[in-house]
């Protein structure tokens, strides 16, 4: 044993990410204890701008939005009492498809072993115990999102570290039931194409696949607040709009699949740091 503070280190894609699938984890360790270090591989550039303007549209200006989101994201660090933030400053590669995944500089352009050695640093560096990321499909297939499971797996075959990794997911059941809220709170929502539920079918695991399922609702409100300082994105944030009662009865569960231990704890489990404390 030694004096270093039980750390968690969450590799995250863009600014609002970290509050997504992970503010409930951030704000109990936080709580708890334990060091939490937030790792946002992408500087936000393509989100949208003041007034909803998306990329490509006129006044859309990625450098400003850049900025503003790099403003917000200190915001949610704040509420979440996120002990450090690393910020790589990659350029957003947008959403699969779009001309941005092929800008240079883009997140998505960058050889994984050039990323995932500056992260690799960042992990000598904090010495993580535990280090939480995507799976391998960036949970929905975003560039930066598998990007950003790339560099992390390869940053940590860089390192002799053996933390407890795990990859975000969700449950079927929960997703099913997400489904049924998006048309309680958009009743002109049209049928969804068949296609385009086979696709939202395979998001998430079965239940009885996930490993780890860690209660968070006691936190849920800052996790709230901290999607909340995400004001520039609130368009695409449909959890604001449940508001903060009905968001903490569903958003209180967070969940992960171990995908890395030396510790030997017993699964299901229901603490990233189960064998460590």
Known sequence: ?????????????????????TGGVLARYAAEGIRTVLVTCTDGGCGDGPGGVKPGDP?????????????????????????DLETLDYADSGMMGWQSNDAPGA??????????????ELMRHYQPDVVVTY?????????????????TMAALEMTELTPKVYWTTMPRSAMQRFGEIMREFHEDMPEPDPAETA???KIGLPDDEITTWVDTTAFSG????????????????????????????LMGMETFVRVQDTTGAALPENDLFAGLR
Request: overall charge negative.
């Open 222 to 249: 800052q996790k709230f607040d901290a999607l909340a300082a995400h004001a520039s994105q609130g368009e695409n944030i449909f959890f604001l709009r449940m508001g903060k009662e009905r968001f903490g009865e």
């Open 1 to 21: 044993m030694t004096d270093r503070p039980l750390t968690l280190m969450a590799v995250h894609a863009h600014p609002d990410d970290e509050a997504t699938g």
């Open 59 to 83: 006044g859309h200006d990625p450098a400003a939005i850049a900025l503003m989101r790099r403003q917000e994201l200190e915001a949610s660090r704040d509420v979440l009492k996120i002990s």
């Open 107 to 120: 997140f998505w352009q960058t050889p994984v072993e050039k990323g995932a050695a500056r992260l690799a």
């Open 199 to 201: 696709a939202l079918a």
């Open 135 to 151: 799976d391998e499909n960036g949970f929905y297939g975003h560039p930066d999102h598998i990007q950003a499971h790339r560099i």
